[in-house]
């Protein structure tokens, strides 16, 4: 690679990580909302406030690790006790970057700012998201780790108004995307973030990545904000085989419909875009419809 290339690489990765230190030095990330910090609707009264893994009291360590292990812990099944422990961890990190949802005492009785309110008024946490900003793939993304709420304040929207606040905040900070993970098994949650949110799997999740042996209890989705983000976090990954008109691609690699199963001769089951490329490529080439392999190369 030549040395202006290579220097463009590196500043490209810099001003990235510029952007991620940036982001993460904020001391309050609701400041640009402040209407956000607020919501009241359905009979729910709450306000927002944001928070820091490494600031976390005791007790507030003991309400996330409960409500984590009441609304996760039948998801995870016999994974759980191991999914806590590396939940415990996480939740600590000096990374993380949370948003806590208080229930108000007196509801609508206090008319001051939300600030005052966040400050006076408010009872338990009733719910949080945790968030940090992060790379996937080289792309800045804002991450969802978790976002949970209290059973009695959940299918009111909050949901909904704490996912628009974690895009707002993913776009102030000039992230390219949103990205999340969430068990296959938790059929309200996959509901919610894609029919409700409109997010995708990302080709980078289990299910769409080159492991078709390993079943994976989990998607990762996403929202992308910019054409990079979406080549490299939705587009389907590319299984580029190789085809010599001397030859036949089926006998020699396995077998395809063409769309998105291939299936080559160990047995998997790759699910992937199939582009039959030629190894020579000249007009009398019988398979000259497809580009030659270097066209392709050049492409991916
Ligand atoms: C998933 C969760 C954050 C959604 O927030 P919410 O405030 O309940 O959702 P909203 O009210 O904004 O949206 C409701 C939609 O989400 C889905 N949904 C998900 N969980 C739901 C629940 N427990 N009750 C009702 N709807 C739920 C439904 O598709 C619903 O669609 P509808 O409005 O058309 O009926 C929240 O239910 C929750 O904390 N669940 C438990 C923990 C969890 O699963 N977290 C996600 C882990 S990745």
């Known amino acids: 690679m030549d040395s202006s290339k290579r220097r463009k690489i590196l500043e490209k990765r810099k001003k990235i990580h510029d952007l991620i230190k940036r982001a993460s030095s904020r001391t309050d990330p609701l400041s640009p909302f402040d209407s956000f910090r607020r919501y009241t609707k359905n009979d729910l009264s709450v306000c927002l406030e944001p928070g820091r893994g490494d600031r976390l009291s005791s007790s507030l360590k003991q309400h996330i690790r ?3 292990k009441k609304n996760m812990e039948g998801f995870y099944g016999s994974d759980w006790p191991l999914q806590a422990k ?3 961890k996480e939740m600590c990190s000096a990374d993380a970057r949370y948003i806590f949802v208080r229930e108000l005492r007196y509801g609508e009785a206090y008319g001051a700012s939300t600030r005052r309110i966040c400050e006076e008024g408010c009872n338990e946490i009733a719910g949080f998201a945790h968030y940090r900003f992060t790379l ?7 991450y969802v780790y978790e976002i949970q709420l209290e059973s009695r304040i959940q299918g009111k929207g909050l949901g909904e108004f704490l996912m628009q606040l974690i895009e707002l ?6 992230m390219s995307a949103i990205v999340l993970t969430v068990q296959t098994s938790n059929a309200l949650a996959m509901t919610f ?7 995708r799997i990302s080709s980078i999740s289990p299910s769409k990545a080159n492991f078709p042996t390993f079943s994976a209890k989990y998607e990762i989705l996403c929202k992308t904000f910019d054409s990079e983000a979406k080549s490299v976090l939705e587009t389907t990954p590319c299984l580029v085989i190789p085809y010599s008109y001397n030859t036949d691609a089926d006998e020699d690699f396995g077998s395809s419909d063409g769309s998105s199963n291939f299936k080559p001769r160990d047995g998997r089951n790759l699910k992937c875009e199939v582009i039959l490329c030629c190894l020579e490529h000249h007009s009398e080439n019988p398979t000259s419809g497809f580009p030659p ?8």
């Not at 996937?136 to 804002?142: G, N």
């Not at 905040?169 to 000039?174: D, F, M």
């Not at 392999?293 to 492409?299: C, D, L, V, Y």
């Open 169 to 174: 905040i993913a776009s102030k900070n000039q």
């Open 193 to 199: 973030y894609m029919s409700k949110l409109g997010y």
């Open 293 to 300: 392999a270097e066209t392709i190369r050049g492409q991916l």
């Open 66 to 68: 409960k409500l984590l």
């Open 86 to 88: 590396v939940k415990r």
């Open 136 to 142: 996937e793939e080289e792309i800045p993304v804002l």
